[in-house]
């Protein structure tokens, strides 16, 4: 079966560069940036730990900037990442769960003050919007139901020799800074190659 897999979210922004520096500010790795002719610019940023990616810019989308709606990020700790995302300056909601169920309603129908009470995964949320008011939903998930991957997929052995490579290179940077061999070094490289398929360490 071919896999039909999510990794560009288009956002429609205003000011490229404030969007730019205010998801920069927020953690998002840039990817690309791109000036082609005629003000056509792309610019592509991953969030922490994410394997989609949103894309702003200018000529990229005929959408109204602050268009976009209800994009879910996941974490493992909705008050933590709300905490963090406050800390960066940024307005975001209190946290808040569904009166009777486990996803939020449209606007703010139905919403309890509080993380979920038994903190069921899925069902803790906090709000926040972009410097256009794209809005954005946090979304406590620590227990993934059946069928999700949460887990590296490596298609072939290329792809895992690929990733060693990687590891390599960048543990001989790690044991030069040290200055000595590392004992440890399963450890160093599984943290590494998790990070680099964005599960973290």
Known sequence: MVEFKIEVVVVPVSDVDRSKDFYERIGFREDVDFCGDDGFRVVHLTPPGSAASLVIGSG??????????????????????????????????????DAVGVFHRAGTAGRVAGPHPERQSYGSFASFADPDGNTFVLQEVTTRRPGRVGHVVYRSAAEVEAALR????????????????????????????????????
């Open 166 to 201: 990687d590891a390599a290179l960048a543990h001989g940077v790690h044991e030069a800074e040290l200055g000595r061999a590392d004992p440890d070094w399963p450890a160093w490289y599984a943290a590494h190659m998790a990070r680099a398929a964005g599960l973290g360490s």
């Open 60 to 97: 990229v989308t005929d959408a109204a900037p602050g268009s976009g709606h209800g994009v879910h990020l996941v974490v493992d700790d909705v008050v933590a990442a709300r905490a963090e995302l406050a800390a960066a300056g940024v307005e975001v909601g209190e946290v808040f769960h």
